[in-house]
């Protein structure tokens, strides 16, 4: 069974960093495209990054830009989130998902399409 599930979440302070983990079960990463986002309750969900299958090619919303990294070790069936200069803002929760028909992230992926697989998400809360 193709499972996902989020890893790393936690309370931090502005300014502060945390490494989200993404761990998929059930199936191979090296042929699936993995996708961060994230929501707080009450509002639309966010394209947070978009990691390509091998790892040459990644995306970010601008919100995040410069300050979030996506990595990928797929031997480890792993995808990584490093978030430093964490705002108040950042507050959410963080969801990765896969698509697994697609080598590259589509023109949509903020959108969530073709994410068919979805972890519970991890809760990160950036406050002093």
């Known amino acids: 069974q193709l499972q996902l599930v989020e890893s790393g979440g936690g309370l931090v302070q502005p300014g502060g960093s945390l490494r989200l983990s993404c761990l998929a079960s059930g199936f191979s990463l090296d042929y699936t495209v993995i996708g961060w986002f994230r929501q707080v309750p009450g509002k639309e969900r966010e394209g947070v990054s978009c990691?390509?299958?091998?790892?040459?090619?990644?995306n970010y919303a601008d919100s995040v830009k410069g300050r979030f990294t996506i990595s990928r070790h797929n031997a480890k069936r792993t995808v990584y989130l490093q978030m430093n200069s964490l705002k108040p803002e950042d507050t959410a929760v963080y969801y990765c998902?896969?698509?697994?028909?697609?080598?590259?992230?589509?023109?949509?992926?903020?959108?969530?399409?073709?994410?068919?697989?979805w972890g519970e998400g991890t809760l990160v809360t950036v406050s002093s």
């Open positions: 998902a896969a698509d697994p028909t697609e080598t590259e992230c589509s023109t949509f992926w903020s959108l969530g399409y073709g994410m068919d697989y």
């Open positions: 990691i390509n299958t091998s790892g040459s090619s990644t």
